[in-house]
C-alpha cells in the first residue's frame, strides 16, 4: 500500500460518495463525506513533505495507461520538493475552505453537488501537481477547468453564472490548445511524456529548428511558448484574463479555492516544473516576464476603480499571479513559488473574509457597506491580516515572498529584469492601494445603505470564523519559512526548491537588496497612507479625481474596453458563423438531411412493396402456385 | 393389374382438383379439404411409384405425409374455429387483416 495515494483518491472517493448517494440519502449532511477526506489529504500531505524533508523523493509509473505502438504513456507519480509544497498548499487551504463552507452554503439546495464538484476540483489539482508525465498532468489540467465550469455556474438558475461558467472554459480552450500542441510537440521531439527524461535530454535538442509554414523557429522555444500558452489562458494572464473576474459569478469559497489558491496557479506550477526547457530560451523567458510584470500592472490599475468586492480581489488575483511569472521569467522559479504558496493563504482569506462580508450585506457593492468594523471584528481584523500581508508590510508572509520576487528581479542583472524590476515597483504601491481601499470602504466610517440592511448585520457563525483566524495565522506566519538571509533567516523554502528549481544567478550586494527592501516597504506603506487620506479622512477627493481625470477614468473603470474589443472580434463573428452557416447549413441541410433523409427514402420504398401484401388470401395462394410453377419450369427445363 | 400410367393419372387428377379448389374456393373449410386432397395425391404418386421401383422408402415417406397432414388438419380446423368465433364466417374475401 503506498500511503501518498491516498492523497488524491481520497477526495475522488468522497465525489463519487456524494454524487451518487447525496441527492436522495446524504443531502445536507454531503460535508461529513468530504470534509474528512480532505482533511485526510492534508494529513498524508504532511507526512509526506516529512519524508521529503528526509530526502525521500518518489518517482514511480503505477499503471500503464495508454499503449500505441511507441506512443505509451503511464500513469505515475513525482513527488519532490515542488510537489510537496503545492500539496500543502491545496490540501491546506482547501481543508479550511471546506469547512468555511459549511456555515456559506448551509441550506443551498445544490449543498451536495456542491461538495461532490469541489472533492472532483481537489482530485484534479492533486492528481495536476503529483503526475510525473505531461499527459497526467494534461489530465489534472483539464480536469480542474472542467470543475471551474461547474463550480462557476453553479447557481445556474442565474443567466450571469451560467454565462460566466462557458466564457471561462471557452477562454480557457484558446490557452488548452495551445498547451495541447506543446505536450504532442514533447512527444514528437523526445519519444517519451515522463518529466525526468525530457528534462535529460532537453540541453540535447538546444538550438535545433523546426520548419513551420516555411520559417524555422527553434524547437524548444516553441515549446515552452506553447506550454506557456496553456499557463496564459489557466492563470489568466493577457490576453486571457477576462475569464477570472467574470468567474466571481460562483460562490465566495469556491473564488477562495480554484480561483485564488489553487487552480489559477496551475500555471505557474507549469511554468516552474518544466524550467529546464524555458531556461533554454530566451525569448520565452522575456515572454513570461514581460506578459507576467505587464498583467501584474495592468490587473492593478484596474482592481483600483472596481466596486464589486470579489472583483477587486479578482484582479488582486490576477496582479499577484503576474508577480509570479515575472519571476520565473528573470529565473526566480523559487521566489515565484514562495509566493504561490504564500498566496494561496492570504488571498483565500481576503475572498473568505469577502464572503461573511457578504454573507451579512448580501450584496457585493462596497459602496453599499462601510462600517462593518463594529458588527464583524473578526472578519475585519482577520481580512486586514490579509491585506497587510497582500500588500507587503514587513513580518507578513506577503512580505518576503513579494520581497523576493522584486529583489529577484532586480538581481537578475538584464534589461528585462530591470523593466520588470520597475513595474514591481509600481505594483508594490497599487497592491496596499486598492486592498486598503476596500478595507477603508468596507469597514470604516458610516454604512451607505438601507436601515433594513442594516438591520440584518451580524459576524458569521465559528464554522465560517475558525477557518478565517487558521488563514490569518497562515498569512501571517506562513513566509517565516523563507525569511531572507540578510534579515537573519535561511530562506529555507529557497534551499528546499532548489534541486529541483536551481538557483538564480543574482548580481548583487547586501547594501542594495536592503535598499530594494526599503524602498519596496517605504512605497507600501505611502500606498496605505494615501488609501488612508482618499478614503478615510478627504472621503470628497476620489470623486473629484474621477471627475478631473474622466477619460482615463472611464477606460480604466471598463477594464481598458478589453472585453467589448473582444465581444466585437472574436464573440460577435462566432455567433454570425454559428448562426449563419453552423445552423443554416451544416445543421438544416447537411446534417438534418442525411438523419431524416436516410428513414424517408427507405419508407418511400416501404410504401411501394406494401401494396403486395393485399390480405386476400387467394392472391397470396396464386403468388405461391405461380412460384412453384416457374420452379418447376425452371427445373425441368 | 393396373399399369403405372393409371395410377400415375388418378395422382395427377387427384393433385389438381386440389390446386384448382385452393385457388378458387372462398370457403376455408373447402380450402382446407384442397390442401388435403394435394397431399393424398402425391401420396398416391409415391405408393405407387414404391411399388414400382421395389423401395420401401416412398411408402415410409408417405407416413410422413399422413401423419404430418393429421397435425396440419387439428391445427387448420383449430384456427378456423378461432376464425369463426371472431368473425362469424368462414369466406376468406372478407378477412382481410393482413392487408399492408
Not at chain 2, 395427377?12 to 384442397?34: E, K, W
Request: hydrophobic share 55%; net charge neutral; glycine share 10%.
Amino acid at each position: 500500500m503506498k500511503l501518498y495515494l491516498l492523497i488524491p483518491f481520497l477526495p475522488l472517493a468522497a465525489f463519487v460518495i456524494n454524487i451518487l448517494f447525496g441527492r436522495t440519502l446524504i443531502r445536507d449532511k454531503a460535508h461529513w463525506v468530504s470534509c474528512p477526506t480532505i482533511i485526510g489529504s492534508l494529513v498524508v500531505s504532511v507526512i509526506t513533505l516529512i519524508d521529503v524533508i528526509n530526502g525521500k523523493i518518489i518517482n514511480e509509473d503505477l499503471y500503464t495507461w495508454v499503449v500505441s505502438e511507441k506512443f505509451i504513456v503511464s500513469i505515475g507519480f513525482l513527488i519532490d520538493q515542488l510537489t510537496a509544497v503545492m500539496l500543502i498548499v491545496v490540501t491546506g487551504v482547501g481543508s479550511l475552505i471546506f469547512i468555511y463552507s459549511i456555515g456559506y452554503m448551509h441550506g443551498d439546495k445544490g449543498y451536495y453537488r456542491y461538495f461532490a464538484y469541489l472533492s472532483l476540483f481537489v482530485f484534479f489539482m492533486l492528481m495536476l501537481v503529483m503526475g510525473n508525465n505531461f499527459l497526467v498532468l494534461y489530465l489534472g489540467w483539464e480536469g480542474v477547468g472542467l470543475c471551474s465550469y461547474f463550480l462557476i455556474g453553479f447557481w445556474f438558475e442565474k443567466k450571469s453564472a451560467s454565462d460566466a461558467g462557458k466564457k471561462a472554459f471557452i477562454t480557457c480552450r484558446f490557452g488548452d490548445f495551445g498547451f495541447a500542441l506543446g505536450v504532442i510537440l514533447i512527444f514528437l521531439t523526445f519519444g517519451t511524456l515522463h518529466y525526468v527524461p525530457v528534462f535529460d535530454e532537453v540541453k540535447g535538442v538546444a538550438g535545433q529548428t523546426i520548419n513551420i509554414l516555411g520559417w524555422e523557429v527553434d524547437l524548444i522555444t516553441l515549446i515552452a511558448l506553447l506550454l506557456f500558452a496553456g499557463a496564459v489562458g489557466k492563470s489568466a494572464q493577457i490576453p486571457l484574463h477576462v475569464w477570472l473576474p467574470d468567474a466571481m459569478e460562483g460562490p465566495t469559497p469556491v473564488s477562495a479555492l480554484i480561483h485564488a489558491a489553487t487552480m489559477v496557479t496551475a500555471g505557474v506550477f507549469m511554468v516552474a516544473r518544466c524550467n529546464p526547457i524555458f531556461n533554454l530560451s530566451e525569448v520565452a523567458m522575456l515572454t513570461v516576464a514581460v506578459i507576467g510584470a505587464v498583467t501584474s500592472l495592468f490587473a492593478a490599475t484596474i482592481a483600483i476603480f472596481q466596486n464589486d468586492i470579489k472583483r477587486i480581489i479578482a484582479y488582486s488575483t490576477i496582479s499577484h499571479l503576474g508577480m509570479m511569472f515575472a519571476a520565473c521569467g528573470v529565473g526566480a522559479y523559487a521566489a515565484g513559488i514562495f509566493h504561490l504558496y504564500t498566496h494561496g493563504f492570504f488571498k483565500a482569506l481576503l475572498f473568505l473574509a469577502a464572503g461573511s462580508v457578504i454573507h451579512a450585506a448580501h450584496h457585493n457593492d462596497i459602496q453599499r457597506m462601510g462600517g462593518l468594523k463594529k458588527y464583524q471584528p473578526i472578519t475585519y481584523i482577520t481580512m486586514l491580516i490579509a491585506a497587510l500581508s497582500a500588500g507587503g508590510i514587513p513580518g507578513l508572509a506577503g512580505f518576503f515572498s513579494k520581497d523576493e520576487i522584486i529583489w529577484s528581479t532586480f538581481a537578475s542583472g538584464s534589461p528585462v529584469g530591470t523593466l520588470v524590476w520597475i513595474l514591481m515597483i509600481a505594483i508594490a504601491f497599487f497592491t496596499p492601494f486598492y486592498s486598503f481601499r476596500m478595507i477603508f470602504l468596507t469597514f470604516h466610517g458610516k454604512f451607505r445603505g438601507t436601515h433594513e440592511e442594516e438591520h440584518h448585520l451580524h459576524e458569521s457563525p465559528p464554522v465560517m470564523t475558525i477557518p478565517l483566524m487558521l488563514l490569518a495565522a497562515g498569512a501571517l506566519g506562513a513566509g517565516w519559512v523563507g525569511i531572507p538571509t540578510i534579515l537573519g533567516g535561511g530562506a529555507h523554502i529557497a534551499h528546499f526548491l532548489e534541486p529541483v528549481l536551481g538557483h538564480p544567478e543574482l548580481h548583487g550586494t547586501h547594501a542594495q537588496e536592503f535598499g530594494v527592501m526599503g524602498l519596496s516597504t517605504t512605497i507600501a506603506l505611502s500606498g496605505i497612507v494615501i488609501a488612508a487620506i482618499l478614503y478615510l479622512i478627504k472621503t470628497y477627493l476620489p470623486l473629484r479625481l474621477a471627475q478631473g481625470f474622466s477619460g482615463i477614468y472611464r477606460v480604466v473603470f471598463n477594464k481598458y474596453y478589453v472585453d467589448e474589443l473582444y465581444n466585437l472580434t472574436i464573440v460577435k463573428p462566432g455567433l454570425w458563423i454559428a448562426d449563419s452557416f453552423i445552423e443554416r447549413f451544416t445543421d438544416a441541410k447537411i446534417i438534418e438531411g442525411i438523419v431524416n433523409g436516410v428513414p424517408r427514402s427507405i419508407g418511400r420504398f416501404a410504401g411501394i412493396l406494401r401494396k403486395v401484401q393485399t390480405g386476400i388470401t387467394q392472391h397470396y395462394a396464386i403468388i405461391m402456385a405461380a412460384g412453384v410453377f416457374i420452379l418447376i419450369v425452371l427445373i425441368l427445363w | 393389374m393396373v399399369p403405372l400410367n393409371w395410377y400415375m393419372l388418378l395422382s395427377a387428377v387427384v393433385f389438381t382438383i386440389g390446386v384448382t379448389g385452393f385457388l378458387m374456393r372462398r370457403n376455408i373449410i373447402i380450402m382446407l379439404m384442397s390442401i388435403e386432397l394435394m397431399l393424398n395425391g402425391v401420396n398416391i404418386n409415391l405408393v405407387a411409384l414404391s411399388h414400382y421401383l421395389q423401395d420401401m422408402r416412398g411408402q415410409i415417406l408417405t407416413f410422413f405425409v399422413i401423419s404430418v397432414a393429421a397435425a396440419e388438419a387439428a391445427i387448420g380446423l383449430a384456427i378456423i374455429i378461432a376464425l369463426f368465433r371472431n368473425k362469424a364466417t368462414a369466406h376468406v374475401d372478407e378477412v382481410q387483416e393482413m392487408k399492408g
